[in-house]
């Protein structure tokens, strides 16, 4: 049986990440017997038409809610951003080299992973900022360059860009942890890529979006597994694919279809503009990231202004069944993350905390 709601932990963690309650309930059901056909859904073949099925509706769905047309490819891949990282340069990378834009913790790690295969170059960066801002976007961009990657939204730092601009070279975005949270122009990407554990379900797959003459620019020579050609011919299945990770991430595409992007998106501002607002009054807490065009709405930092705090209110949040609001471990503070399944109610019991904890610890 599914835990009721009320003894549920309200998790903020930034991944993997809260997941509707709903969508728990059909997976645990699919897990039992998926679909009445008297298999669970870990036990059905991934050559039939109960797979081909899943894949069919998931691929369906991405593209209705990022409104692709024909010319992208859809694939469910295995192992995660890092993957991802290493398979963009091992495919792409050809002589015009390839450039990146360092917004951060996961866009260096993108950045390091190109260094196996050439010298990526970096040309913009908030380093100098501590990634407390977004880079500058580049004003002009070297047409030879075979492509050009960046990270939409910065998980650990709490930074977004707003949209995604076009360029005069392939764009490949990494929006492993902004996917689907806002209405944007998607095919202004060449290919763009989510990890699930995110806002698409459990971790285990990743949805990657490229377009078809993306598959012609293959750099070098690369096993069939870790080429996007292959993965495209054999539609996913090249070997068995993540099954349940794939139906795991159907559920949400449907949930996400249910709420609407246009709901969800305005969910997303006011969950992120209110949360934001108890932080900038709050004597208490201090925002890592002040200009509010440069701020996530997936994921919130700050910290508490007299570090002796910290700890308090981390206890706290975890006396009140709160878990998951730790900032990553290379930046410490706080990290809250508002993914899509979060609700507005349960950002208000967090603010509401934040209240109670300044009325307790405010040296009056
Ligand atoms: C979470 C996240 C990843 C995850 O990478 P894994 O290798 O799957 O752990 C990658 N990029 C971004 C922007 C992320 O937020």
Same mark, same amino acid.
């Given at each position: 049986?599914?835990?009721?709601?009320?003894?549920?932990?309200?998790n903020?963690g930034a991944g993997p990440a809260s997941i509707?309650?709903?969508?728990?309930?059909?997976?645990?059901?699919?897990?039992?017997?998926?679909?009445?056909?008297?298999?669970?859904?870990?036990?059905?073949?991934?050559?039939?038409?109960?797979?081909?099925?899943?894949?069919?509706?998931?691929?369906?769905?991405?593209?209705?809610?990022?409104?692709?047309?024909?010319?992208?490819?859809?694939?469910?891949?295995?192992? $995660?951003?890092?993957?991802?990282?290493?398979?963009?340069?091992?495919?792409?990378?050809?002589?015009?080299?390839?450039?990146?834009?360092?917004?951060?913790?996961?866009?260096?790690?993108?950045?390091?992973?190109?260094?196996?295969?050439?010298?990526?170059?970096?040309?913009?960066?908030?380093?100098?900022?501590?990634?407390?801002?977004?880079?500058?976007?580049?004003?002009?961009?070297?047409?030879? +360059?075979?492509?050009?990657?960046?990270?939409?939204?910065?998980?650990?730092?709490?930074?977004?860009?707003?949209?995604?601009? +076009?360029?005069?070279?392939?764009?490949?975005?990494?929006?492993?942890?902004?996917? +689907?949270?806002?209405?944007?122009?998607?095919?202004?990407?060449?290919?763009?890529?989510?990890v699930a554990q995110k806002?698409?379900g459990a971790a $285990?797959?990743?949805?990657?979006?490229?377009?078809?003459?993306?598959?012609?620019?293959?750099?070098?020579?690369?096993?069939?597994?870790?080429?996007?050609?292959?993965?495209?011919?054999?539609?996913?299945?090249?070997?068995?694919?993540?099954?349940?990770?794939?139906?795991?991430?159907?559920?949400?595409?449907?949930?996400?279809?249910?709420?609407?992007?246009?709901?969800?998106?305005?969910?997303?501002?006011?969950?992120?503009?209110? +949360?934001?607002?108890?932080?900038?009054?709050?004597?208490?807490?201090?925002?890592?990231?002040?200009?509010?065009?440069?701020?996530?709405?997936?994921?919130?930092?700050?910290?508490?202004?007299?570090?002796?705090?910290?700890?308090?209110?981390?206890?706290?949040?975890?006396?009140?069944?709160?878990?998951g609001?730790? $900032?990553?471990?290379?930046?410490? $503070?706080?990290?809250?993350?508002?993914?899509?399944?979060?609700?507005?109610?349960?950002?208000?019991?967090?603010?509401?905390?934040?209240?109670?904890?300044?009325?307790?610890?405010?040296?009056?």
């Open positions: 049986m599914i835990k009721r709601s009320e003894d549920r932990k309200l903020f509707p309650e709903e969508v728990l309930q059909e997976a645990s059901e699919a897990i039992l017997d998926y679909n009445a056909s008297g298999l669970s859904v870990l036990e059905i073949p991934h050559r039939g038409k109960l797979f081909d099925n899943i894949l069919d509706e998931s691929k369906q769905l991405v593209r209705e809610l990022c409104a692709l047309s024909s010319d992208y490819e859809i694939l469910w891949l295995h192992g $995660g951003g890092r993957l991802q990282f290493s398979m963009i340069p091992m495919n792409f990378l050809g002589a015009g080299g390839a450039a990146y834009i360092d917004s951060g913790h996961w866009a260096q790690e993108a950045i390091a992973y190109a260094g196996y295969y050439g010298e990526p170059k970096v040309i913009a960066s908030s380093a100098g900022e501590r990634y407390a801002s977004l880079p500058e976007w580049p004003a002009s961009i070297d047409p030879s +360059l075979s492509y050009l990657h960046f990270t939409t939204n910065n998980t650990i730092y709490g930074t977004q860009w707003p949209d995604i601009p +076009l360029s005069p070279v392939p764009l490949i975005a990494d929006m492993s942890s902004d996917m +689907l949270s806002t209405q944007r122009s998607y095919s202004n990407s060449a290919m763009f890529y989510a806002n698409l $285990g797959t990743t949805l990657v979006v490229l377009h078809k003459d993306m598959l012609a620019r293959t750099a070098r020579r690369v096993p069939p597994m870790l080429n996007y050609e292959a993965q495209v011919r054999t539609n996913s299945v090249l070997n068995t694919p993540p099954v349940f990770a794939i139906y795991t991430a159907l559920l949400m595409l449907r949930w996400t279809k249910r709420k609407g992007i246009d709901i969800i998106q305005k969910d997303n501002e006011k969950k992120a503009s209110i +949360l934001y607002a108890e932080i900038d009054r709050n004597s208490l807490f201090a925002a890592v990231v002040d200009r509010p065009d440069h701020r996530s709405k997936m994921n919130v930092c700050f910290r508490a202004k007299n570090p002796e705090n910290e700890q308090l209110f981390s206890d706290f949040c975890t006396q009140n069944n709160i878990t609001i730790d $900032g990553h471990r290379t930046v410490g $503070g706080f990290r809250v993350s508002l993914y899509n399944a979060i609700t507005i109610q349960q950002v208000e019991r967090l603010i509401t905390l934040m209240q109670a904890f300044e009325d307790d610890h405010k040296k009056d």
